[in-house]
């Protein structure tokens, strides 16, 4: 016995939207204010680099939601720090909304660890990051442990593959074009070894702050330069007179003589 289909009914039929009801706080601090300092250290200095690009979107501790199963299980996801590329920095986000945003995951994500979130952080979190979100570069940091950088590249297989550390212990982050290595230092008033972003050259990428004093310093150091040259200048230039000078009385003195 078969049973015909209702073309109105197919006709009619619609998918199901996705949810509105997406919590976009969950009301967890992180573990510390160094983890806070952490992340917007990462984030700033990310945004001072590239000041001048609106086509990424860099955040912390914001949800990632990807699928209606996670919103009704309330299985959220909120990455320490991340980075998507090629997207529109200006949209306002209360969150990362996947079926909002073409589809698109983060390309970086680091997350910062504490001995109570570790275990998680290199396992669950990192399955999922690799095996659903295909992130091309993970990482995990322990603001209080200065030997815990670890990374992972998604390779050709999509599957994570450790990174080795170079000559500094430095991390190489493919997707960004940027080093992550550690520096010590004080930041907001706490001192400890932070996780930086380094450039090609190794050079420390700075936050808007120390870009500033940079800049200053930069310039201070041009004006001392031009000072310098002003007085070699006006010291040459005494100089030349003072020869000058001496050249005309040795010129008077041998007009007098021949007149003897």
């Avoid at 300092?37 to 001048?52: D, E, G, T, Y």
């Avoid at 986000?93 to 997350?111: A, C, M, S, T």
């Avoid at 603001?143 to 990374?151: A, I, R």
């Avoid at 080795?164 to 706490?190: H, M, V």
Wanted: hydrophobic share 40%.
């Amino acid at each position: 016995m078969t049973t015909e289909k209702n073309p109105a009914a197919i006709g009619n039929w619609e998918p199901p939207m996705p949810p509105t009801d997406l919590i976009f706080d969950d009301g967890e601090p992180l573990e510390s204010n160094r983890h806070r300092i952490a992340m917007n250290v990462l984030i700033r200095s990310l945004q001072q680099a590239w000041a001048n690009r609106n086509d990424l979107f860099t955040v912390g501790n914001m949800f990632i939601y990807y699928s209606s199963t996670q919103v009704r299980n309330r299985d959220f996801r909120g990455p320490d720090f991340f980075v998507v590329l090629n997207v529109d920095s200006n949209n306002s986000r209360l969150g990362w909304v996947v079926w909002e945003e073409n589809g698109r995951y983060p390309d970086v994500i680091v997350e910062l660890m504490s001995p109570s979130t570790a275990a998680i952080d290199k396992g669950i979190k990192k399955n999922l990051y690799e095996q659903t979100f295909r992130t091309s570069d993970y990482f995990v940091y322990d603001p209080f442990d200065p030997n815990s950088l670890q990374g992972w590249h998604l390779d050709d297989n999509q599957q994570y593959q450790p990174l080795t550390p170079n000559e500094r212990g430095w991390l190489w982050c493919k997707r960004l074009g940027f080093w992550l290595g550690t520096s010590q230092g004080i930041i907001d008033r706490e001192t400890a070894v932070w996780l930086r972003f380094y450039d090609v050259a190794g050079n420390l990428v700075l936050l808007p702050e120390e870009a500033a004093i940079a800049q200053a310093e930069a310039a201070v150091a041009q004006t001392e330069v031009a000072a310098a040259r002003e007085e070699a200048a006006v010291a040459q230039a005494a100089r030349l007179a003072a020869r000058l000078r001496e050249l005309g009385k040795i010129q008077i003195f041998c007009e007098i003589f021949w007149l003897f």
